[in-house]
């Protein structure tokens, strides 16, 4: 007698609930029972360089996620020149972000000071052969950038940063912070000629102005030190071709507060924290 058969024959063909090897009836026992397939919500697919709106604002540094909120809230927030009110907006990092007006970065700020040397373009722009982002270009990841310009041979210290604040400090036609060069003419300038230029004249109805001119000691008289808060360098060759001198050198020595000091040619340093809150508050 088969386990499926009974005394009296009945139960041949009856599957039991675990089936049979043989049988062309399903079993539906545990295990093997039809289901209906779950229907899995399609997450939309998102994009690694997309952030959440209160997180790129309390990542530059402007306040708190929470407060950040609030402020997206009463409409304190635009992207790309758009309002934005909705929780949980997200943005790219290259996208326009502005709190309050002003332009902000989720990127932690970076101040970098390099010591140009000759041949290098003051330049982010590519296919300019050399350029200052070449020097410090492992200085950071962050997105910074060039204040002011240093002619392709010209030296000196020329700083780098993200921080929109400190790039309008310096570009402030009125405020400005002032970068002391020494210049090194064709001959010797004449003591007329640099009272005229500490006394300021001016150039096609332009005033051109200097914070300070001077010789520099134990030199000769075609070196001068210069201190000037235009962000360019361009102004000194309008000075000195006006009194019909030819530049042949030009070396960016201090930027307000900073100095060469232990930073070789073609060299670059983060700056200090100290040199950062000292640098604001100029």
């Known amino acids: 007698m088969s386990r499926n ?3 009296t024959g009945k139960g041949k ?4 609930g675990r089936g049979n090897a043989n049988s062309k009836i399903k079993s539906y026992a545990r295990g093997n029972a039809p289901f209906k397939k779950k229907t899995q919500s399609v997450k939309q697919s998102t994009n690694s360089e997309e952030i959440r ?3 790129y604002i309390a990542n530059s540094g402007m306040c708190s996620r929470r407060e950040a909120d609030e402020n997206i809230a009463i409409g304190l927030v635009t992207v790309n020149g758009k309002v934005i009110n909705e929780m949980g907006y ?7 972000v ?8 989720p990127e932690a700020k ?3 000071l390099l010591n140009k040397p000759k041949g290098f373009a003051t330049t982010t722009a590519e296919g300019k052969g050399r350029t200052v982002m070449d020097l410090v270009a492992n200085a950071t990841n962050a997105n910074i950038k060039p204040i002011g310009r240093l002619g392709r041979n010209s030296l000196g210290l020329l700083l780098f940063t993200n921080d929109d604040n400190v790039v309008q400090k310096f570009t402030n036609s009125k405020k400005g912070v002032a970068r002391l060069f020494q210049v090194e003419l064709d ?3 004449k003591f007329e000629d640099l009272k005229k230029i500490e006394e300021g004249f001016k150039v096609e109805g332009k005033l051109i102005t200097v914070e300070e001119i001077s010789y520099i000691q134990g030199e000769s008289k075609n070196q001068v030190g210069i201190k000037i808060k235009n962000t360019g360098n361009t102004i000194l060759r309008t000075i000195f ?8 050198k030009i070396d960016c020595v201090a930027i307000g507060h900073l100095t060469k000091k232990d930073i070789p040619r073609g060299h670059w340093k983060h700056l200090t924290e100290q040199e950062v809150s000292t640098l604001k508050m100029l």
């Open 98 to 105: 502005r709190f309050d007006g002003q332009r902000i970065t």
């Open 241 to 248: 071709d006006h009194f019909n001198y030819d530049i042949v």
């Open 187 to 189: 001959k010797n300038l």
């Open 5 to 7: 058969q009974d005394s």
């Open 13 to 16: 063909g009856k599957t039991s």
């Open 90 to 96: 997200k943005v790219k990092r290259t996208d326009e």
């Open 110 to 112: 970076v101040y970098v």
């Open 53 to 55: 709106l209160n997180k």
